[in-house]
C-alpha cells in the first residue's frame, strides 16, 4: 500500500515571500501521479499542481512549482510570491495507475498562514 | 467552468437514522469517487465508481456504504445507520478519464453531523 507524509504539520510566510511544502511517499510502483490540493477555511479541495512520474521536469504552475525527486520519493510544493489567498491547508496526493478509478491515497497536510 | 456540485451542504441526523449525500458530477466524466474527512484528519478514499458498479472500495466502505448512479447526473452515498463516528465531511469527486490525463475535481463537500 502507498503512503504519504507530510512532515510539516503548519507553517507560515510573510506576503511576497516563499515558503516550501515537503512531502514523502513510499510505493513500489514505477508509473503514477503526485499532486498538491489546496484547502481553503471553505474546505473545498482544489488542485494545484501535478506531476507525472515519468516526465523528469519539474511542473509548474504560475507561483507554484515542485521539487520531484523520484529517486528519494520526494515531491515538495513551493509557493513563490505568497499571497494572502495562498491561506490553507495543503495536501500532497498519490495516485497510481490502473485501468479503472485511480484513488488518491493523501498525506496529513499542511496547514500554511500568509501573513500580512 | 463545469464543477462538481453537492447537496446538501450540511446534514444533521440522529444515530441509526439513514442519510443519502448526493453530487452532480462533470457532465462528461466517466469516473467517480467519494472521499471523506474526519475534522482534523486526512482525507480518506472511500469508494470509486465506473460503468455502473463499484471498482475499487476502502476498509471504511462496509455494508453500511452504498453509491448509485440513479440516472446520467447524479451520484449518490447511503449510509444505512449512521454512527457518531460518521460524522465527517464527505467529498465527492469525478474525472474524465483514469489515463494519463486524470485528474479529480472535487466538489464542495457535505459535512455531516450524527448526534
Known amino acids: 500500500a502507498q503512503t504519504v507524509t507530510q512532515s510539516q504539520p503548519e507553517m507560515s510566510v510573510q506576503e511576497a515571500e516563499t515558503v516550501t511544502l515537503s512531502c514523502t511517499y513510499d510505493?513500489?510502483?514505477?508509473?503514477?501521479?503526485l499532486f498538491w490540493y489546496k484547502q481553503p477555511p471553505s474546505r473545498q479541495m482544489i488542485l494545484v499542481i501535478r506531476?507525472?512520474?515519468?516526465?523528469?521536469q519539474n511542473a509548474t504552475e504560475n507561483r507554484f512549482s515542485v521539487n520531484f525527486q523520484k529517486a528519494a520519493k520526494s515531491f515538495s510544493l513551493k509557493i513563490s510570491d505568497s499571497q494572502l489567498g495562498d491561506t490553507a491547508m495543503y495536501f500532497c496526493?498519490?495516485?497510481?495507475?490502473?485501468?479503472?478509478?485511480?484513488?488518491?491515497?493523501f498525506g496529513g497536510g499542511t496547514r500554511v498562514l500568509v501573513k500580512p | 467552468e463545469p464543477e462538481v456540485t453537492q447537496t446538501p451542504s450540511h446534514q444533521v441526523t440522529q444515530m441509526g437514522q439513514e442519510v443519502i449525500l448526493r453530487c452532480v458530477p462533470i457532465?462528461?466524466?466517466?469516473?467517480f469517487y467519494w472521499y471523506r474527512q474526519i475534522l482534523g484528519q486526512k482525507v480518506e478514499f472511500l469508494v470509486s465508481?465506473?460503468?455502473?458498479?463499484?471498482?475499487?472500495k476502502s476498509e471504511i466502505f462496509d455494508d453500511q456504504f452504498s453509491v448509485e448512479r440513479p440516472d446520467g447526473s447524479n451520484f449518490t452515498l447511503k449510509i444505512r445507520s449512521t454512527k457518531l463516528e460518521d460524522s465527517a465531511m464527505y467529498f465527492c469527486?469525478?474525472?474524465?478519464?483514469?489515463?494519463?490525463?486524470?485528474?479529480?475535481?472535487f466538489g464542495p463537500g457535505t459535512r455531516l453531523t450524527v448526534l
Open positions: 469527486a469525478s474525472s474524465r478519464t483514469s489515463g494519463s490525463f486524470d485528474t479529480q475535481y
Open positions: 510505493t513500489s510502483e514505477n508509473n503514477y501521479y
Open positions: 506531476q507525472e512520474a515519468y516526465k523528469q
Open positions: 496526493a498519490f495516485m497510481k495507475l490502473k485501468a479503472a478509478g485511480n484513488k488518491l491515497t
Open positions: 457532465s462528461n466524466h466517466l469516473y
Open positions: 465508481f465506473y460503468n455502473n458498479e463499484i471498482s475499487e
